[in-house]
């Protein structure tokens, strides 16, 4: 007779418990961990690019995180372009005050790091 209480309450237990694992679960944009893979994000997305100058992050939309075997973040952020060329050593730019020169577009940038291994990648950019 108990089990006829106790296996309903189980299953609605294992249900809620398992949908949640793995999920991505939204994140403050001043969380460490994100922002040392918006950072590396950006580096990345300006070696990729065929732009002359180097793009940075005007907004940042949203950050999500998922724990995977390590942790992935999805980061989505306005970009725009600055003054300053790609080559600049170590230069600080602010993106252009004239949007037609900023010529503001989004990103989607996913990236893994695994912490254990001092192992950061991007895993996919979409702008």
């Given amino acids: 007779m108990m089990w006829k209480i106790v296996l309903p309450v189980l299953a609605a237990v294992f249900a809620v418990g398992s949908s949640m694992i793995g999920g991505y679960i939204d994140i403050d944009v001043n969380d460490e961990g994100a922002q040392n893979a918006l950072n590396f994000a950006v580096v990345e997305h ?5 732009n002359m100058f180097l793009s940075q992050v005007a907004e940042v939309v949203g950050v999500k995180r998922q724990l995977v075997a390590g942790l992935k973040y999805v980061i989505t952020v306005r970009m725009g372009n600055t003054p300053c060329r790609k080559g600049t050593a170590n230069e ?14 989004q990103c989607e940038f996913t990236v893994l790091v695994v912490p254990w ?3 950061t990648k991007m895993l996919e950019q979409k702008c």
């Fill in 46 to 50: 300006n070696k990729q690019t065929n």
């Fill in 92 to 105: 600080v730019c602010a993106i252009h005050q004239d949007p037609a020169q900023a010529l503001p577009y």
């Fill in 117 to 119: 291994r001092n192992e």
